[in-house]
């Protein structure tokens, strides 16, 4: 019986050979994501060195310290750093000295509602040293730490943070998110704030978006309309700055970035962390946030806002507490 002869190696059929597909679409993304990853950590440290930082926090006998946080954001007039080609363009004029035309407290809680207070700026309080005055003349006598000084001794609560933004920062950040849109009911002609607007929504830049905050010649209801349109204003650019259109906009994220870098000045004391939650605190108080926003309870207001003491009493001894659940916005 005759051996099977072995089979010729040439025509034996083999699986074909495939080469590795290489994931090139996988590599790429994943290189996307991590730049991008990238980008959200080091755009904010690079910012975050830009801040100045100041000795806001005033010395001596202070409140005791409660639940929750408490920031006192200001709203300085400063025309410091303004071109004279940028004070035409926002309308600022070239008054020297630094004023506040905002005063705002925000409360955040451990739990339950953040709480955005408006204190006019011709609320008529204690300044130490001074007697009773206008609550924005403390800036202009002692800066950040007197103010800080006759807020806690008007209000009894303790400023755990400080944030100020002058004009020319307000209006460059709103230009970096490329806008934000405002809904007049009425048209608004005021020459004083450099301002002519159409009533309805429409989107408003940095130099109109800067005036729309600082009218208050043509408003009926004069400084206290003009801090209305401050918490709306501020809470509508919360909105936006930490939006998802925000962080996966490479080009308006790093401009956001560095326009907030050079406008604020916070106290030396504030993390990155803490900036940030203040940043959520005022979105939270923006249109469709769940946060209560209102003015100082007020008993009479002329050349002078008088706060209704009993009231305002009631108001920051709930804060004092961190109870802010059942304040209604006004």
């Given at each position: 019986?005759?051996?099977?002869?072995?089979l010729?190696?040439?025509y034996?059929?083999?699986?074909?050979?495939?080469?590795?597909?290489?994931?090139?679409?996988?590599?790429?993304?994943?290189?996307?994501?991590?730049?991008?990853?990238?980008?959200?950590?080091?755009?904010?440290?690079?910012?975050?060195?830009?801040?100045?930082?100041?000795?806001?926090?005033?010395?001596?006998?202070?409140?005791?310290?409660?639940p929750?946080?408490?920031?006192?954001?200001?709203?300085?007039?400063?025309?410091?750093?303004l071109?004279?080609?940028e004070?035409?363009?926002?309308?600022?004029?070239?008054?020297?000295?630094?004023?506040?035309?905002?005063?705002?407290?925000?409360?955040?809680?451990?739990?339950?509602?953040?709480?955005?207070?408006?204190?006019?700026?011709?609320?008529?309080?204690p300044?130490?040293?001074?007697?009773?005055?206008?609550?924005?003349?403390?800036?202009?006598?002692?800066?950040?730490?007197?103010?800080i000084?006759?807020?806690?001794?008007?209000?009894?609560?303790?400023?755990?943070?400080?944030?100020?933004?002058?004009?020319?920062?307000?209006?460059?950040?709103?230009d970096?998110?490329?806008?934000?849109?405002m809904?007049?009911?009425?048209?608004?002609?005021?020459q004083?704030?450099?301002?002519?607007?159409?009533?309805?929504?429409?989107?408003?830049?940095?130099p109109?978006?800067?005036g729309?905050?600082?009218?208050?010649?043509?408003?009926?209801?004069?400084?206290?309309?003009r801090?209305?349109?401050?918490?709306?204003m501020?809470?509508?650019?919360?909105?936006?700055?930490?939006s998802?259109?925000?962080?996966?906009?490479?080009?308006?994220?790093?401009?956001?970035?560095?326009?907030?870098?050079?406008?604020?000045?916070?106290?030396?004391?504030?993390?990155p962390?803490?900036?940030y939650?203040?940043?959520?605190?005022?979105?939270?108080?923006?249109?469709?946030?769940?946060?209560?926003?209102?003015?100082?309870p007020?008993?009479?207001?002329?050349?002078?806002?008088?706060?209704?003491?009993t009231?305002?009493?009631?108001?920051?001894?709930?804060?004092?507490?961190d109870?802010?659940?059942?304040?209604?916005?006004?």
């Amino acid at each position: 019986m005759s051996q099977p002869q072995p089979l010729d190696p040439r025509y034996v059929s083999r699986p074909p050979v495939r080469k590795k597909r290489r994931n090139w679409f996988g590599r790429i993304l994943g290189l996307v994501i991590l730049l991008f990853v990238l980008m959200l950590i080091c755009v904010p440290l690079f910012a975050w060195n830009k801040i100045e930082k100041v000795d806001a926090m005033p010395t001596g006998d202070r409140p005791a310290e409660t639940p929750g946080t408490t920031y006192l954001m200001v709203g300085s007039d400063s025309r410091e750093g303004l071109s004279a080609e940028e004070k035409k363009k926002l309308g600022t004029g070239s008054v020297e000295g630094k004023r506040t035309d905002t005063i705002m407290l925000m409360h955040v809680p451990e739990s339950g509602p953040t709480v955005l207070i408006s204190l006019p700026r011709d609320s008529y309080v204690p300044v130490p040293g001074h007697g009773r005055s206008r609550i924005n003349a403390a800036y202009s006598w002692g800066g950040a730490p007197l103010l800080i000084k006759t807020v806690e001794g008007a209000t009894g609560l303790r400023v755990d943070h400080y944030v100020e933004i002058g004009f020319g920062g307000f209006s460059s950040i709103i230009d970096s998110l490329g806008g934000i849109e405002m809904c007049p009911p009425k048209a608004i002609k005021d020459q004083k704030a450099h301002i002519n607007l159409p009533a309805g929504c429409q989107e408003l830049d940095g130099p109109k978006a800067l005036g729309y905050v600082r009218y208050r010649y043509a408003d009926k209801e004069g400084d206290l309309g003009r801090v209305k349109r401050q918490r709306e204003m501020i809470g509508a650019v919360a909105d936006k700055a930490i939006s998802p259109a925000t962080f996966f906009n490479p080009i308006r994220y790093f401009r956001l970035s560095t326009a907030s870098a050079g406008a604020l000045s916070i106290d030396k004391e504030m993390s990155p962390v803490e900036l940030y939650r203040f940043a959520q605190g005022m979105r939270s108080v923006a249109g469709g946030g769940d946060g209560i926003t209102m003015t100082v309870p007020i008993a009479s207001s002329g050349n002078t806002v008088q706060w209704d003491r009993t009231k305002a009493k009631a108001l920051f001894q709930a804060l004092k507490q961190d109870k802010t659940t059942g304040l209604k916005s006004s």
